[in-house]
């Protein structure tokens, strides 16, 4: 049976590897999704926009 409810698909983003020394485009990426320290994370919707951020810095972080 298919799920019903209407809330927003999310996707669950961890840092897991440091910025330092990291180029610019790729901290920027991580701030743009809520992480600036090891260990943040953030839930953020479940979109192309948001994939193709996580695409870019896959190396320093985990999703769920």
Avoid: C, W, Y
């Avoid at 953030?42 to 972080?61: E, M, W, Y």
């Amino acid at each position: 049976m298919a799920n019903n409810n209407n809330a927003p698909e999310t996707i669950t983003v961890k840092l897991v590897r440091s910025l330092a020394g990291r180029p610019d485009n790729q901290i920027e990426t991580a701030k743009s999704l809520g992480l600036r320290k090891i260990g943040d994370v953030s839930v953020q919707p479940d979109n192309a926009a948001t994939r193709g951020k996580i695409f870019k810095i896959s190396h320093l972080v985990e999703t769920n």
